[in-house]
């Protein structure tokens, strides 16, 4: 930075590249030829006497030692080349490609590293403890500052600055990578249009890289080149530490590419966990079917199968296109879905052929993060403070504060320093007007809290917070139970960029969204995608027309507290009351649709374990009957695709009213698995999981209420009993085939 006066111009630029090819301006190749003595050129602004010696060392050599001696700007050039080591193919192999024309074979495992300017890694190094603290980025501003002050420290921030700054621009720049504009600097991405630059016309690579050439939506010229060349793309999640210095739940993949050809077609596999896998899928032994992905012992499946190994072609693309893309992407540009095996295809077929999407329906939208969570308290329009609102003006959410389904899932803890620091909410016990804690409060006044409030498009007199809207969690757990996190949040509510909002114009587009997004057939789509960001990815999933069925459980499931009162009242059907159950479990209230009423009432809710998780059971059910899937179908997607989730329920029971009793999910309600006498928990599930008949009596601490800690007694009622979902799924499948057959 600090010789910046010795950039060229464009011709000063051209004249030195000149010299140091040998070549003399204005003089004629003829000229050069018969010699001469010396010749004036102007060099960095100034009249340099350049003589044939400097141009010639053993009459094959420019003598570049004496030019960068009467060039600064030369001499500079070459230290920073013998600093950087450039490397350039062509020169360094220059018979390889004159006499063959490229490499036959590349093989590599290129950089995954992200080129971004990080000032608090770079200020880490001076001072390790600024790594050990986690600065925020005020902490980072100030620590910047301080360190500066030292002319050694600033002489090095300029430098490594610069070096940045530098290797950014190379690499955005369109005559170096012109495949890669747009696109978000990764080293690894630079590699494969330089492979496919020095293959010969029958040369072959294999990479292995992340997913984000795949998944990435502004990838796609990237992957038109790609997909011409591509023969194998093998998808690994790292659970099995392959790669022991990377994340577990980090995706990767090997891709084998050749030449172009006339026709796409590659065969691409996904969910591997060991490289055993992909020669299974191709030698055998096989089962009967290819299995989720997680085995019967709940373990990683490992087996192979060729189901599993999916042909990729032009047809494809186009569905992908379809789904994936904006309209009119080429089939060539398409995202690449996760798909476990073959038969996922044709569940793609049936969302892509479903008639609406959200453009047909009516009123329009906005998507919006609200507060980002740095620059919403540097600018002090909130203030990290946990406590119990008193309005839900106050109340700023955060991702754990809900689930799928669920708008009271959790609260932070007094103390909320970490994103485990959450606590169960038991809706049962739930005071009508609750609100959960919250991690930060406006920190400007009501009047500017609210001008600050984003306004709608369609009717600029009202905010965002005038209307109920569509909570997402904004990232998307691949390996979580569930992926697509949704639930609605009441009006005033506001929230940080963790949660990404939707608010519609109309209330019956809100409740067709929310529909799909709640269903598991909505995840499925979403898991396909392989994505860790929600983005705008919601709004590619089907609009599907929602029964008064639908609309009804999802109410029940939502409408828990006097927040949702007008909801309730502003969507309520009649048709509510003449509903039922499609199974006669006694943990169900079979009076409960009877009992309805057009105003909201506590008892218009569902508040048990089991009720809550039937009721999402019948919206899977009814929604993918409404996007055409089959039973077999429903029951493939939960099979296949949510392994934790199966796992889970695998291991969670219920006792006769309905309450959960014992689950091995992660910081679910009910017993310990063994008895924890010195922590209060006297009996485990160990103890009691044969009884019959009979309660059982546990005793907690709830702090959870803004009235202060309360000491509950909960009492489960045997027998216990364990949900099989594919099961439940046949149940409700049967009961909608039967009512449609009578009302025919």
């Not at 003089?27 to 100034?46: H, M, N, R």
């Not at 002489?155 to 005559?175: D, I, K, P, V």
């Not at 080293?187 to 992340?210: D, Q, V």
């Not at 309905?658 to 063994?674: D, H, M, N, Q, W």
Request: proline share 6%.
């Amino acid at each position: 930075i600090d010789q910046a006066h010795l950039l060229p111009t464009r011709q000063q630029f051209l004249t030195e590249i000149g010299l140091l090819l040998g070549h003399v301006p204005n003089i004629t190749p003829e000229t050069e030829q018969t010699g001469f003595d010396s010749i004036l050129v102007q060099v960095q602004g100034a009249t340099v006497e350049v003589s044939q010696e400097d141009l010639e060392l053993d009459d094959t050599m420019v003598d570049t030692k004496n030019l960068c001696a009467k060039s600064p700007r030369l001499a500079l050039a070459r230290d920073i080349a013998n600093r950087h080591h450039f490397f350039h193919w062509d020169l360094e192999f220059i018979d390889l490609f004159a006499e063959r024309g490229g490499f036959d074979l590349i093989l590599g495992n290129p950089p995954w590293v992200k080129v971004e300017w990080s000032e608090g890694d770079l200020l880490s190094e001076r001072n390790p403890t600024f790594a050990i603290r986690k600065l925020s980025a005020s902490d980072i501003a100030k620590a910047r500052a301080e360190q500066l002050e030292d002319e050694s420290q600033y002489t090095a921030y300029l430098e490594e600055y610069a070096e940045f700054e530098g290797t950014q621009s190379f690499l955005n720049a369109m005559q170096n990578y012109p495949l890669l504009k747009g696109q978000q600097t990764n080293l690894y991405k630079c590699f494969l249009p330089r492979a496919w630059n020095i293959l010969t016309p029958k040369g072959m690579s294999g990479f292995l890289h992340p997913e984000g050439v795949y998944d990435d939506p502004k990838a796609g010229i990237l992957r038109a080149e790609l997909y011409k060349r591509l023969i194998s793309h093998y998808q690994f999640t790292n659970v099995n530490l392959l790669f022991s210095e990377v994340m577990i739940w980090v995706k990767y993949s090997i891709n084998i590419s050749g030449s172009i050809r006339d026709s796409s077609g590659f065969v691409t596999c996904s969910n591997l966990f060991s490289t055993s896998t992909i020669d299974a899928c191709f030698g055998g032994p096989w089962e009967q079917e290819a299995g989720g992905i997680k085995n019967l012992e709940n373990n990683w499946n490992l087996a192979g199968h060729p189901d599993r190994l999916l042909e990729i072609g032009a047809k494809e693309l186009s569905l992908f296109a379809k789904l994936y893309d904006k309209e009119g992407t080429p089939a060539l540009r398409a995202r690449l879905p996760a798909l476990h095996s073959k038969q996922l295809l044709s569940v793609l077929e049936k969302f892509a052929a479903y008639p609406r999407s959200l453009p047909d329906l009516d009123g329009g939208y906005l998507s919006l993060e609200m507060w980002h969570e740095t620059n919403a308290q540097k600018d002090k329009t909130i203030l990290r403070e946990t406590q119990f609102p008193k309005t839900p003006g106050k109340l700023i959410l955060s991702g754990p504060h809900f689930f799928t389904g669920n708008p009271y899932y959790k609260t932070p803890r007094e103390l909320c320093n970490t994103p485990r620091a959450y606590d169960l909410l038991n809706l049962e016990f739930l005071p009508e007007d609750y609100l959960p804690r919250t991690n930060y409060v406006p920190e400007c006044s009501p009047q500017e809290y609210h001008n600050r409030t984003a306004s709608v498009p369609w009717d600029g007199s009202r905010k965002v917070t005038d209307f109920y809207r569509l909570a997402f969690r904004a990232m998307l757990s691949q390996s979580g139970e569930r992926t697509l996190i949704p639930t609605l949040i009441p009006k005033q509510v506001g929230h940080i960029h963790g949660v990404q909002t939707v608010c519609f114009e109309s209330s019956e587009t809100l409740l067709t969204m929310y529909a799909i997004s709640v269903s598991l057939p909505g995840d499925f789509f979403l898991k396909t995608t392989g994505s860790s960001n929600l983005h705008g990815k919601w709004a590619e999933l089907p609009a599907i027309e929602i029964s008064a069925e639908i609309v009804s459980r999802l109410m029940l499931l939502l409408c828990l507290t006097t927040h949702y009162a007008d909801f309730w009242t502003e969507n309520w059907k009649d048709d509510f009351s003449n509903q039922t159950w499609r199974t006669a479990a006694p943990q169900l209230d079979i009076n409960l649709f009877q009992n309805l009423t057009p105003k909201w009432t506590r008892n218009c809710s569902l508040r048990t374990d089991y009720a809550r998780r039937w009721a999402l059971v019948e919206i899977d059910v009814l929604v993918a009957r409404e996007l055409g899937l089959s039973l077999e179908e429903l029951q493939m997607i939960y099979r296949v695709q949510f392994p934790v989730m199966r796992q889970n329920e695998d291991d969670t029971w219920y006792d006769r009213n309905g309450r959960i009793v014992f689950s091995s999910r992660t910081g679910e309600a009910g017993l310990p698995r063994k008895a924890k006498p010195k922590a209060g928990e006297p009996i485990g599930w160990e103890d009691i999981a044969e009884m019959k008949s009979g309660t059982v009596e546990r005793t907690i601490t709830d702090n959870t209420m803004p009235t202060g800690p309360v000491e509950r007694t909960l009492v489960y009622e045997a027998p216990w009993i364990r949900c099989d979902r594919e099961t439940d799924y046949a149940t409700v499948w049967a009961a909608l085939d039967k009512q449609e057959g009578a009302v025919s």
